[in-house]
């Protein structure tokens, strides 16, 4: 499809300020919302029937795993199985995935994604080197792989090229799987400014940098790589792995003598520019110094549950005024509506009671949910999106108010029945940056990508 500038009437919408009927909104050739008017369709408008809503960002991704979701679900050791049991396991699959596997996978994926209702990705990238370890002929072979699987599904990427410096605390050697994500600080700084660079003219593609975490990325290597992220482009997203296990944090506390949030908030200048992915083990004084920051924490609950990670302590982050977004992680689950769901519900188990997000009483719970959501995904992915608003990307999810899971439902009715009262992906139609990517719930390269992505697990099984 040819994009050119036009105007969309879109029958009921929810905008910034609540819903709204007879919404018109002027989108330019690049897929941005330059105008919101209001009154009936007029000629030319291309009518949007149905409620429409804007679309989630997924801030956390490792797309390889997609490929693996499903095959950790044995034990597989004789004691009680774990975060580092799952870890040893996966690390063995990544071992034999080629370049042309992995854009098949994250192809696959991103066209998951935007059934579901995403529209950007924030891909936490650190498969970069052969199975070998050693670079490819271009060393950001890998990287471009994403870009394209992205462009081919028509998602918004923001690219995170992990830096991964060692196996473990305390300098451990890294194990056969890690190889393949160990580079040295140049190389990896390399890396980021080709891509950067390869970004100037796509407005759907973004760079940021990702230290894996604390335990890959000691304090020397992780104050270079920022110093040269700065120099490269200062508002650059910056993404970190950190207290998803109670290991992490035990094992931080006996490398660094302080805790891994702790260690962040003293040691690097947590700003807005920052998502803490998980973030899942914090004490009251990390609580606040993560909320105060202005940085995001990257919630992915689905993973967070498969791993037996542990649960956010969200009611206490959302009374400190603490910014969040959700992604997919291990790709379990490629639906928001799961990851808002079971965030919410972890904290009911937890507390014994109801409504835990809700904004007072009366307040909608999935309104909560969905707003923050799509504020944090937004900041953390540093694109323009996540609104019906001039200056965001015209990305929107389309329902059918006639669904049994929606029927009868209005206003913030309709996002509380879609998260807490379907069991289906319930997105008719998605537009990302201006573009149907998917009509009648199908995506417009399903065949293709979903061939290609057959033949690359054929090959790994």
């Known amino acids: 499809m040819v994009l050119r500038e036009r105007t969309l009437w879109l029958q009921r919408a929810r905008l910034p300020d609540g819903w709204r009927d007879d919404v018109r909104l002027t989108v330019d050739v690049a897929g941005t ?3 919101v008017a209001f009154g009936g369709p007029e000629a030319g408008d291309e ?7 804007p679309s989630i960002s997924n801030l956390h991704s490792h ?3 997609r490929a693996a979701a499903g095959l950790t679900e044995r034990r597989h050791t004789a004691d009680q199985d774990s975060f580092w049991s799952w870890r040893e396991v996966m690390h063995g699959f990544v071992t034999r995935i080629t370049p042309d596997q992995h854009q098949a996978i994250a192809a696959q994926l991103y066209v998951e994604m935007l059934k579901a209702g995403y529209t950007g990705v924030g891909e936490f990238h650190y498969l970069h080197l052969d199975p070998s370890g050693r670079p490819y002929g271009d060393p950001a072979e890998m990287s471009r792989r994403c870009v394209i699987a992205a462009e081919q599904a028509g998602i918004a990427l923001t690219l995170l090229p992990v830096l991964y410096s060692v196996g473990g605390y305390r300098g451990k050697e890294p194990n056969a799987g890690q190889r393949r994500y160990i580079l040295e600080v140049v190389d990896f700084c390399n890396i980021v400014a080709a891509m950067n660079k390869e970004a100037a003219d796509k407005p759907w593609f973004r760079v940021g940098i990702a230290p894996h975490s604390v335990r890959q990325v000691p304090a020397e290597p992780l104050h270079e790589a ?38 962040l908030l003293d040691n690097t200048g947590l700003d807005g520019r920052w998502c803490l992915v998980h973030a899942t083990h914090l004490n009251d004084r ?11 924490a990257g ?36 639906n928001p509506v799961e990851e808002l769901r079971w965030l919410e519900y972890g904290r009911r188990l937890v507390t014994l009671s109801r409504n835990v997000a809700a904004p007072g009483q009366g307040g909608s719970t999935g309104a ?30 389309v329902l059918d108010p006639e669904h049994p899971a929606l029927f009868g439902r209005d206003a913030d009715g309709i996002v509380d029945s879609w998260i807490f009262a379907s069991s289906e992906r319930l997105p008719r139609r998605v537009m990302a940056a201006g573009r149907w990517v998917v009509e009648d719930g199908r995506h417009v390269a399903e065949e293709a990508v979903s061939k290609a992505f057959r033949k690359a697990i054929a090959e790994l099984a």
């Open 33 to 35: 919302i330059t105008g």
């Open 47 to 53: 009518r949007v029937a149905g409620v429409v809503l």
């Open 63 to 65: 797309a390889f795993q």
């Open 226 to 263: 920022l110093a040269a992220a700065s120099e490269i482009d200062p508002t650059m997203p910056i993404h970190i792995h950190a207290a998803e296990q109670v290991l992490d944090v035990e094992e931080h506390v006996a490398t660094t003598g302080a805790r891994p949030v702790e260690w």
């Open 286 to 296: 990390e609580v606040d110094g993560l909320a105060r920051s202005g940085a995001v």
């Open 299 to 334: 919630l992915c609950p689905t993973t967070e549950g498969n791993l037996g990670d542990g649960l956010f302590p969200f009611e206490t982050y959302l009374a400190a005024g603490g910014r969040w977004g959700v992604g997919s992680d291990s790709h379990v689950s490629v």
């Open 368 to 397: 909560r949910l969905f707003d923050d959501a799509l504020a944090g995904g937004a900041q953390a992915l540093g694109q323009a999106m996540g609104a019906i608003a001039a200056g965001s990307a015209a990305d929107l999810v």
